[in-house]
């Protein structure tokens, strides 16, 4: 035989066994997909609210409940309240070991962890609720979102939102500037850091024990979320003043943790489940905060709370505060100088939108 004729044997040979190999991978990663297709996978969910707690308690278990039945029970999610498993300011690191596969609180809770996380979560003076999800899936957000937890084994996906907030309860009247000096005041995020920077005290604690500590003076303010959730915990039964606008989170944005190994353990569709429950959350939980916090408003109103709106010398002066902070916040890490520059770059441009047509519509559709 001549040479080339032993060369061409040989390729066909060659040929054959790489077809036949990949007939056997593409039967291996077939056999894979369809045993993780049959498998069921039973995961812990650990938030940082109390069990069925309006509003961003009950969207957990919502997502929950879409999970279990778009999957036809093949990926139950059990939802667990702050401290049934673990403290409700310690879900990211629970998530992070692989303690619970998901999780479900706010960003800005572990930023003593992940300090470019507070980014992703409320801004002091900055986006609402539409501003902040057109940043996240539509200007980049998401991705420098999961840059950031991927190193800690977490994949984020927003899961809620509150919309605008309320400034808080207060039990010392707010009409200067020099009436934050020595408040202690539960607040997080980098509203907590203007608030230190204005003279106050920052106390750090979940909702169940927020009352407590306003009733008994541990705390002289405190800001939860709005009406909705205020009102269920009674804060206007423990403070007397009630101030707005919530300048300090315009919107906060939830979100659902996943542990990284767990999710790469789940086939294509229900991974497409997860993401999906998730998005519809997100969009739920900012609809039933807009309706209830009107309800809870005319109820608080109707039992005589007086609301307060805070002076224009005082917001100025935050606001002046709030920039500051913000750019030094993002200086102190360049994971969040990163995240800051890219973010400040694309909500300029929402303003400038926002400017243009929906301020106009917000001034004057009531006469």
Known sequence: MKRRDILAAAGVGLAATALAG???????????????EQQTYNWKMVTSWPKNFPGVGVGAERFAQLVNEMSGGRLTV??????????????????????????????????????????????????????????????????????????????????GATGVQTAGWFN?????????????????????????????TVVNMPA???????????????????????????????????????WQE???TFELDVNLKAWESLPDDLKAIVRGAARYVNGDMLDD??????????????????VRRLPDEVLTRLREVASEVVDAS???????????????????????????????IYNIRIG
């Not at 209830?292 to 007086?306: D, I, S, T, Y």
């Open 250 to 252: 315009p919107n906060v």
């Open 289 to 306: 905060y807009n309706a209830k916090n009107m309800e809870a408003m005319e109820e608080l109103r109707k039992q005589g709370v007086e």
């Open 330 to 360: 993002a200086a102190a890490d360049p994971v969040a100088a990163k995240v800051w520059e890219q973010q400040s770059a694309y909500l300029k441009r929402l303003y400038e939108y926002a400017e243009l047509n929906e301020k106009d």
């Open 78 to 159: 059990k939802v667990y309240a702050a401290g049934e498993l673990v403290p409700a300011l310690e879900v990211f690191d629970a998530v992070s070991r692989g303690t619970a596969e998901m999780g479900h609180g706010a960003p800005y809770y572990w930023k003593g962890k992940v300090p470019a996380a507070q980014f992703f979560c409320a801004l002091p003076f900055g986006p609402n609720a539409q501003e902040m999800n057109a940043w996240l899936h539509y200007g980049g957000g998401m991705q420098l979102w999961e840059e950031v937890y991927k190193p800690f084994g977490v994949l984020p996906m927003a899961c």
């Open 172 to 200: 010392k009247e707010i009409n200067s500037v020099e009436d934050f000096q020595g408040l202690k005041m539960r607040t997080p995020g980098l509203g907590g850091e203007v608030l230190t920077k204005m003279g106050g």
């Open 22 to 36: 990949c007939k056997e991978n593409n039967e291996a990663s077939g056999e894979k997909q369809a045993a993780a």
């Open 208 to 246: 169940g024990e927020i009352f407590t500590a306003l009733q008994t003076g541990a705390i002289d303010a405190t800001e939860w979320i709005g009406p909705y959730n205020d009102l269920a915990l009674g804060l206007h039964k423990a403070a007397k003043y009630y101030y707005t606008p919530g």
